[in-house]
């Protein structure tokens, strides 16, 4: 099927000699779904095969239940494996089907914002291009025709917006447009950080707990202790409150917080 579509798209495959519908088109290849190490399985299979010539984009499914924590390690199985073995680790790398799932594990509205926020980051830091959440308009996940999930009164913009996932996904917006990260993201134990920096001499650590959880607009928290060396001033949520660093630790929870120095 990929053979017979960058034939007729893009004019281009063993034996094709139709001409290119449009020659730019990007030609992705089907995304596998298995995790682990299974997963290049089907990717040697198919990149072995005469599909590594074919395509422009690997597509791969990032589902791994209530753990976003896994896409960094499913991202280097694949980089490291079957794209290392048919040197295609150049070309753009697309989670594209998504999320916490349809039967929706993640149904606390504080978790939600924390889940999106966690997944986008660790999906930025590792190496992938774009990201597609499955789904937007199914029941439980990023939208409600009925209501804001999660919220207990209707959206107020009549536009069925999720008020924790949506805040979730702005959040993380507001913190890496414009930034490069120079730290990945990393653990140690159940604590996550990821630096960024931009110009100006702008430097901000993203820190969470997977150890916390959140209930009933409660969430629980740890204390972190701030790297010696660093200056940073202030720590905002994604909502965009911002608390001033009164010392040498901060409390963090289930979702990120933003560390900066400016």
């Given at each position: 099927?990929?053979?017979?579509?960058?034939?007729?798209?893009?004019?281009?495959?063993?034996?094709?000699?139709?001409?290119?519908?449009?020659?730019?088109?990007?030609?992705?290849?089907?995304?596998?779904t298995?995790?682990?190490?299974?997963?290049?399985?089907?990717?040697?299979?198919?990149?072995?095969?005469?599909?590594?010539?074919?395509?422009?984009?690997?597509a791969?499914?990032?589902?791994?239940?209530?753990?976003?924590?896994?896409?960094?390690?499913?991202?280097?199985?694949?980089?490291?494996?079957?794209?290392?073995?048919?040197?295609?680790?150049?070309?753009?790398?697309?989670?594209?089907e998504?999320?916490?799932?349809?039967?929706?594990p993640?149904?606390?509205?504080?978790?939600?914002?924390?889940?999106?926020?966690r997944?986008?980051?660790?999906?930025?830091?590792?190496?992938?291009?774009r990201?597609?959440w499955?789904?937007?308009?199914?029941?439980?996940?990023?939208?409600?025709?009925?209501?804001?999930?999660g919220?207990t009164?209707?959206?107020?913009?009549?536009?069925?917006?999720?008020?924790?996932?949506t805040?979730?996904?702005?959040?993380?917006?507001?913190?890496?447009?414009?930034?490069?990260?120079?730290?990945?993201?990393?653990?140690?134990?159940?604590?996550?950080?990821?630096?960024?920096?931009?110009?100006?001499?702008?430097?901000?650590?993203?820190?969470?707990?997977?150890?916390?959880?959140?209930?009933?607009?409660?969430?629980?928290?740890?204390?972190?202790?701030?790297?010696?060396?660093?200056n940073?001033?202030?720590?905002?949520?994604?909502?965009?409150?911002?608390?001033?660093?009164?010392?040498?630790?901060?409390?963090?929870?289930?979702?990120?917080?933003?560390?900066?120095?400016?």
């Amino acid at each position: 099927m990929t053979q017979d579509a960058a034939c007729i798209i893009k004019g281009i495959g063993s034996g094709c000699t139709k001409q290119a519908i449009d020659p730019n088109a990007l030609i992705v290849t089907p995304p596998a779904t298995l995790g682990g190490a299974n997963i290049n399985d089907w990717l040697n299979g198919f990149l072995g095969t005469g599909g590594a010539s074919l395509v422009d984009v690997i597509a791969f499914h990032g589902y791994n239940g209530t753990n976003p924590e896994k896409v960094p390690s499913m991202v280097s199985t694949i980089k490291n494996g079957a794209l290392t073995t048919y040197n295609q680790n150049g070309k753009p790398l697309f989670d594209t089907e998504f999320s916490w799932g349809l039967n929706n594990p993640v149904t606390d509205p504080d978790q939600q914002m924390g889940f999106v926020a966690r997944s986008l980051i660790l999906h930025w830091s590792s190496g992938v291009d774009r990201v597609y959440w499955y789904s937007w308009d199914t029941s439980g996940t990023m939208w409600s025709p009925n209501r804001v999930v999660g919220c207990t009164t209707p959206d107020p913009s009549g536009n069925g917006f999720t008020c924790e996932s949506t805040a979730g996904f702005a959040g993380v917006q507001n913190w890496t447009v414009g930034t490069t990260i120079n730290q990945a993201c990393a653990s140690v134990g159940t604590v996550w950080t990821c630096g960024f920096t931009k110009s100006g001499g702008y430097q901000a650590l993203a820190v969470w707990d997977t150890a916390q959880s959140c209930s009933n607009g409660f969430c629980t928290s740890s204390t972190f202790t701030i790297p010696a060396g660093t200056n940073y001033t202030h720590f905002r949520d994604l909502l965009g409150h911002v608390n001033n660093v009164g010392g040498s630790t901060v409390p963090i929870g289930y979702k990120p917080i933003l560390l900066e120095n400016q």
